[in-house]
């Protein structure tokens, strides 16, 4: 199992395997569901007059991003 593991990280299977993933989601049709989660309200802050909205958009877009470019530019 360790070796399996160890293979897949070192050939990127799992991200082949989640583009592979990503796509057939784009591409299934199914818009709704793809909305229904991505608009998901995990939580929210209030500052003053100013109220955002904690979401799976904001989480990916916003964050995970951020995060993936600050490892990839190390």
Partial sequence: MKRTWNALMEYSGLLIAGTVLA??????GNHELY???????????????DHHVWNA???VNGLLMSLFFFIAAK
Avoid at 23 to 28: G, L, V
Avoid at 35 to 49: D, K, M, P, R
């Fill in 57 to 59: 958009h904001f989480i």
């Fill in 23 to 28: 796509f057939i989601w784009a591409n299934w």
């Fill in 35 to 49: 909305a229904h989660l991505t608009e998901w309200q995990i939580g929210s802050t209030h500052e003053g007059s």
